[in-house]
């Protein structure tokens, strides 16, 4: 059985296997709007369930401090306030908020958390977005530029009202990331912790790769390829996830910051690389750049490769996962 059938299977349930100590322990919850899944090999002096639950008290903690939506979160106050005042936040917000507008230079604009000022106004679950003239009236206030760092005193600031943030493309990233640390400092060496498409694995099983399903993006839990990978992070982002077809256009949680609408070159972008903050943030990039200068940002990048599906279904590979050129002998 693979993985992802696995997980449509063991929702929020403990597997155990029936050796008794050292063993494979492995555990799936609903946290931050997607399934977390965290397995791993529990060697005899290790609490494997500790572990997880460890992980998944760290997710709950982002998800608290990061959610749009939830009115005692960090984020909803920065919306709240920001284009009021200079706000004094967390460092660990600060540093994540720095880190997102240092990929929106990387990506040029590709990626930016400004994205909810017109992101704000789709509710895909409820089929609702907005007009083209509401749009056109909140576009301008999408730009990372719009977001005033001050490093000393730690504080943001929005220079416009109407300024919005959200941190979905990057949260997940972040939150699988602080899991493996976590199942490291426990002396955890092979595990896989997964938030929706964001996953990173840890060392491997027993010698082997972990396999990692890419979705078919037209397909509901068809796979199209399986990967076999160890120590690496993976991120898919596809136009899959959350969307509603209205007049055979598909809207989806992509927004492309440059027109307010949902990114529709491609069907899904998988990155494979050293962490899971990095894979997030660049799948939903790449995802809104498109083959040409998408596939030119990974191969720019060292340690990142692209596995992309455009809205033809053609798929496409960064140079480091082409088959090698055969030398002639
Ligand atoms: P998911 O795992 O939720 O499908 P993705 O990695 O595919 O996430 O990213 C989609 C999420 O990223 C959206 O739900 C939204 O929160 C956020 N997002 C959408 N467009 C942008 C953008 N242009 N820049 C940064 N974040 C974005
Ligand atoms: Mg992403």
Redesign the pocket.
Known sequence: MNKLSRFALFTSLVFVSSVANAEWVSSEQAIMG?RIHVELWQDDNIDGQAAINAVMAEMRRIDELMSPHKKTSALYRINQLASQQELRISSEMFKLIAR?IEFSRLTEG????T??SV?HLYNYRAHKRPDRKTIKKQLGKIDFHNIVLDKNRQTIRFTHTGVFI?????A?GYAVDNGIKILQQRGIKSAIVS????SRILGNRHGRPWMMGIRNPRKHDGLLTRLPLWDTAL????DY??YFIEDGVRYH?????KTGDSARKLRSVTIIGPDAITT??L???L??MGIERGMALANQLPDIDAIMIDNKGRFFYSNGLQEPATTKP
């Open positions: 997607t997102s590709a990626f930016d958390i994205y909810a992101g959200d941190l979905g493309g990057i997940k938030a929706g498409g964001d991120s898919t982002s596809g996830e959350r949680h992509i927004i492309d910051p997030d943030a799948s939903t990039s995802f809104i």
